[in-house]
């Protein structure tokens, strides 16, 4: 049983790897796009925007159909649209069909993958559901590391509209070969927990889901205005055609933030296991407003802006392991993939601040400041909540819950 949990796994590994290009690598193709279809920045982060949250609010309904249907089935489905949204997305020619193809496809087919691989490495793993959700969640934080360099360079050798398609057609071929092998855990893994907890919906009313919701959503925000916009970024500060031992600096730096943004889903979600969730947060959540501000202060520096963007991950990425484990923790596995597909819209919510807001704050100010600022003053915000309300208000409602 426990190889065929850890061939699980593996498989989870590349169906998340295989479908996560659509956000990780989107900040390589806003150059091309923003020149072929003419249009503003903040017009175009639209379509990144609607990838996110389509992404998380299709999660709650995905949560829904995996009570009828496979997990295998499902996330099938998800990763053959997820590389159709590629692939449509390089015949379009307006705005409007890239929103719907790369945003409206892209999102919905990632959200099935993407929460229907979580919550059955979760169930795998009962005993250390921060490790498998971190791990689970890596396999999306760490997947565009593969892609990153080829996409740039058949980027520069052709141009977006092949590469969209031949990607597309890579990353459905591989996810699919690797969700024909998915399969639910029998009894004797979850044991007598499997149907214990809260339904779906006495979790809604309680204010802990809420204020759950609030932090994931915040910390959202903070990461994706970096994530969505490393590209303009490094631009603006005169980096992006500069080279730290020989390679381009930010092609470099977006694969070492795929390496820490997926190190640090399993690594804090172990680490969460032993000290406490909460405890876990407060330490990641200010790891990552120090790194943002070293980063802002040194990122005229080729070296500088490419280790330190890695740290600003490092003290984000593990939100996508801390949160559904403390969520199941809190209120059961019985509606374990509903309540997280709710929970999971938080990362839609941050979308909306993250691309459109930043570009925009950016535009009318001038500079990156006032976006950095906000990022910063939401990491702290969230870092006390987790220990000084959350973890009070957590432990008095599992006490009384018996």
């Given amino acids: 049983m426990s190889n065929t949990r850890w061939r699980q796994m593996a498989a ?3 169906c998340m790897a295989s479908i996560s290009s659509p956000q990780y690598v989107w900040t390589l193709f806003t150059p091309a796009l923003r020149h072929d279809f003419g249009t503003t920045a903040p017009a175009l982060q639209v379509t990144f925007s609607i990838l996110i949250v389509l992404q998380t609010l ?10 009828y249907v496979h997990p295998r089935l499902l996330i099938m489905a998800g990763v053959m649209v997820t590389g159709l949204s590629w692939v449509l997305s390089a015949q379009v020619h307006s705005l409007a069909m890239l929103y719907l193809t790369y945003g409206g496809l892209g999102g919905i087919g990632t959200g099935i993958v993407y929460v229907g691989v979580v919550v059955l490495l979760m169930q795998w793993f009962p005993e250390n559901r921060g ?13 565009a590391m593969l892609t990153t360099f080829p996409i740039a360079h058949l980027l520069a050798a052709s141009d977006w509209r092949h590469t969209l398609e031949v990607f597309g057609l890579a990353m459905a071929a591989v996810g699919m070969l ?20 809260l339904p779906t919906s006495q979790v809604v009313r309680t204010p802990l889901f809420w204020l759950m919701f609030f932090m994931m959503a915040t910390m959202a925000t903070s990461g994706l205005m970096v994530t969505s916009q ?17 390679m381009a600096a930010l092609p470099l730096a977006m694969t070492l933030d795929r390496i820490a943004n ?5 690594l804090f979600g172990w680490i969460s296991d032993r000290i406490g969730r909460e405890t876990t947060m407060a330490f990641a959540f200010t790891l990552e407003a120090i790194a943002l501000g070293c980063w802002l202060s040194l990122v ?4 500088a802006f490419v280790l330190l963007s890695g740290v600003i991950f490092l003290g984000w990425g593990e939100i996508f392991s801390l949160f559904p484990a403390t969520l199941t923790d809190t209120f059961g596995t019985r509606d374990a993939s509903r309540n997280y597909g709710l929970l999971y819209i938080a990362q839609g919510v941050g979308a909306v601040f993250g691309g459109p807001l930043a570009a925009w704050m950016h535009q009318a100010s001038g500079g990156w400041y006032p976006v950095f600022a906000c990022a910063i003053a939401g990491d702290l915000l969230t870092a006390i909540l987790a220990f000084a ?7 008095r409602f599992i006490q009384q819950r018996g």
């Fill in 12 to 14: 989870g590994l590349i």
């Fill in 58 to 67: 299709f999660s709650p309904i995905q949560g829904w159909i995996a009570r």
């Fill in 131 to 143: 490790m498998a959700a971190g791990a689970g969640a890596a396999g999306y934080g760490m997947g």
């Fill in 178 to 197: 690797a969700a024909s092998q998915l399969k639910l855990p029998t009894a004797t893994v979850h044991g007598d927990t499997a149907q214990t907890g």
């Fill in 230 to 246: 490393l590209a303009q970024i490094a631009a603006d500060f005169g980096v992006a055609q500069l080279t730290v031992a020989g």
């Fill in 262 to 266: 997926g190190l640090t889903r399993p």
């Fill in 300 to 303: 005229h520096y080729p070296v």
């Fill in 389 to 395: 309300v959350l973890r009070p208000m957590r432990a």
